[in-house]
């Protein structure tokens, strides 16, 4: 589901911040 792919996508995002 896509929604799940969001989440992961969300989680990588919170432990590496693509600042």
Excluded: K, L, N, Q
């Amino acid at each position: 589901m896509v929604m799940r792919v969001f989440i992961s996508c969300a989680v990588y995002c919170y432990i590496t911040p693509f600042d």
